[in-house]
């Protein structure tokens, strides 16, 4: 049984506010009494996309457990990839930012959905073929696969309006690859799971706000600022993933 936190769009802005409630959620998941085997992060660690904020990053996320991250529409592929990664060859921050986390039991595959300077998302054909050898490398080990972008409509309109777009190329490589137990995203800033390509599809809540749905608020941009950051712990036995949505306090 291996024990996943999976966290998302910290929007690190250089506030107090924005790294305190990363510091809280991080601070929560290292006093855990039991064991748990990695941290999941979906993207938009950053908000401006700055050096600084990746900086700031860079301290808040360290972990005693294997982290893995990739970025979403309000990161910067280049430093991102400099002071996350320490990655800082020539070209080096122009393409994808994909990551592959290999457990015992367990592969975890990130994908960088992120189209430099828009909102919404999008796979590039170098992600799809990546992600493609990465699932046909050990086809009997249970696969995650995750991006910052949902890849179906959560029925709130300000965030599906800048989702995934063409999902069926994901759903076409998820299809070859029957190890994949779920897909994971970030980006909408609320808890919320449905299916995508046969398969659950579970979003992180945000840390740094929470999205409400129409029949919670008439705002054009549905943000509750008040509400405590959450996490998601995702649990898996088997093939079984059991999913658990935590504020943290």
Not at 18 to 31: F, G
Not at 89 to 99: E, F, K, M, S
Request: aromatic residues 2%; proline residues 9%.
């Amino acid at each position: 049984m291996l024990t996943l936190a999976h966290l998302s769009d910290t929007h690190l802005d250089g506030t107090p506010r924005s790294a305190e409630r990363t510091r809280a959620v991080m601070r929560h998941l290292e006093s855990l009494p039991g064991p748990l085997d990695a941290v999941l992060v979906t993207g938009d660690i950053a908000d401006h996309g700055a050096v600084e904020e990746y900086e700031t990053a860079r301290d808040l996320l360290a972990s005693r457990f294997p982290t893995v991250v990739c970025p979403g529409n309000h990161d910067a592929r280049a430093p991102f990839r400099k002071v996350l990664l320490g990655e800082d060859g020539a070209g080096a921050g122009d393409g994808p930012v994909n990551q592959v986390l290999r457990l015992d039991g367990l592969t975890v595959a990130l994908c960088d959905s992120s189209v430099p300077g828009r909102p919404e998302g999008f796979l590039e054909d170098e992600t799809l073929a990546w992600l493609d050898a990465v699932l046909a490398e050990d086809p009997g080990t249970p696969a995650l696969v995750g991006m910052h972008h949902p890849a179906a409509a959560l029925g709130i309109p300000y965030v599906d309006e800048i989702g995934l777009r063409a999902p069926e190329r994901l759903a076409e490589v998820l299809r070859r690859h029957p190890r994949v137990v779920a897909v994971l995203a970030g980006h909408a800033h609320t808890p919320a799971s449905t299916v995508f390509a046969g398969l659950p599809l579970l979003v992180a809540p945000g840390v740094i706000s929470t999205a409400l749905t129409s029949a919670e608020t008439a705002e054009q941009v549905p943000l509750d600022r008040g509400l405590p950051p959450q996490i998601a712990l995702h649990v898996l036995d088997g093939r079984r993933l059991t999913t658990h949505v935590r504020p943290v306090m």
